[in-house]
């Protein structure tokens, strides 16, 4: 069975960091490409990030440029999001998913969420002082 679990997140202050875990399980995860998303209440879910079979990575969010770094871990079939210098703005539910192979190209990052699939449960992250 097909199962993405994330964990990591929380409640944090302006600038610190947190670093988020997405365990891939019922599949081997190196074999296709992953993403991050994250969700504000009332608004569409957006990507983040995405690393494909290849192990190279799309940033697709300008406003978390240069404060988070995605990477995976083959032999512990997880892939994570650093991020650093955390601001109210990143507070979301974030969320890993399952694509395909590649990953698409920045220009198609609004239409993400439909072709990805496996949806985790989700990590909350707040961002308060």
């Known amino acids: 069975q097909v199962q993405l679990v994330e964990s990591g997140g929380g409640s944090v202050q302006p600038g610190e960091s947190l670093r988020l875990t997405c365990a891939a399980s019922?599949?081997?995860?190196?074999?296709?490409?992953l993403g991050w998303f994250r969700q504000v209440p009332g608004k569409e879910r957006e990507a983040v990030s995405c690393?494909?079979?290849?192990?190279?990575?799309?940033y697709y969010d300008d406003s978390l440029e240069g404060r988070v770094t995605m990477s995976r871990d083959n032999d512990k079939n997880a892939i994570y999001l650093q991020m650093n210098n955390l601001k109210s703005d990143d507070t979301a539910v974030y969320y890993c998913?399952?694509?395909?192979?590649?990953?698409?190209?920045?220009?198609?990052?609004?239409?993400?969420?439909?072709?990805?699939?496996?949806w985790g449960q989700g990590a909350q992250v707040t961002v308060s002082s």
């Open positions: 019922g599949f081997p995860a190196k074999y296709y490409a």
């Open positions: 998913a399952r694509g395909a192979a590649a990953c698409p190209a920045r220009a198609l990052r609004t239409t993400m969420p439909a072709i990805f699939f496996s």
């Open positions: 690393i494909n079979s290849k192990d190279e990575i799309t």
